[in-house]
T-cell receptor, first 114, second 114 residues
């Protein structure tokens, strides 16, 4: 099955700096890559996603890049703010005939220091 | 309000005592899924359902059962819970039947099996 590796597991940045989280996946057939943010005591919430026919996607301060050849994708957060502090999960989809499965990375705890 | 609800939110039980965690969504979503979250392991998919009466195993289905008799409900059943099933459980739903696109997560159920 699919395997998703996520790095780093923890990340501390100063407010206003950029943060980058990287993920690699194993299944070359995967073609959907979402990123979720989980705040303390809550369920994860989608912040951005990318499909394999696109190399980069941006939404305000958040961007995701995808390198299908190398099987890795990254989340970039610019001008970080204290409210960006949370756990971030990358994921990759594995699909077969009539099936769909989402495999998550182990998460990155981001701390933004005011 | 569009949401995914889970009940109970907290549950302490003993080994072997059957339990059910309910999940309901009011968004008429096709796809529903159960995940467990453990420290250092991230989110792992237990079971998912692409439509009524259609369910499939995720990465960690052992010890769990599910059913999808109605579109809105997707209960998680532990026939004989064991301590290694102590975890934080999330139910999620997605409009797309293949699960691609935003998954909306419930608030979580914290289960302790003694």
């Amino acid at each position: 099955g699919e395997n998703v590796e996520q790095h780093p597991s923890t990340l501390s940045v100063q407010e206003g700096d950029s943060a980058v989280i990287k993920c690699t996946y194993s299944d070359s057939a995967s073609n959907y890559f979402p990123w979720y943010k989980q705040e303390l005591g809550k369920g994860p919430q989608l912040i951005i996603d990318i499909r394999s026919n696109v190399g980069e996607k941006k939404d305000q301060r958040i961007a995701v890049t995808l390198n299908k050849t190398a099987k890795h994708f990254s989340l970039h957060i610019t001008e970080t703010q204290p409210e960006d502090s949370a756990v971030y999960f990358c994921a990759a989809s594995t699909s077969g005939a009539g099936s769909y499965q989402l495999t998550f990375g182990k998460g990155t705890k981001l701390s933004v220091i005011p | 309000e569009a949401q995914v609800t889970q009940n109970p939110r907290y549950l302490i039980t003993v080994t072997g005592k059957k339990l059910t965690v309910t999940c309901s969504q009011n968004m008429n979503h096709e796809y529903m899924s159960w995940y467990r979250q453990d420290p250092g392991l991230g989110l792992r998919q237990i079971y998912y359902s692409m439509n009524v009466e259609v369910t499939d195993k995720g990465d960690v289905p052992e010890g769990y059962k599910v059913s999808r008799k109605e579109k809105r409900n997707f209960p998680l059943i532990l026939e004989s819970p064991s301590p290694n099933q102590t975890s934080l459980y999330f139910c999620a739903s997605s409009r797309s039947g293949d699960g691609r696109g935003e998954q909306y997560f419930g608030p979580g159920t914290r289960l302790t099996v003694t």
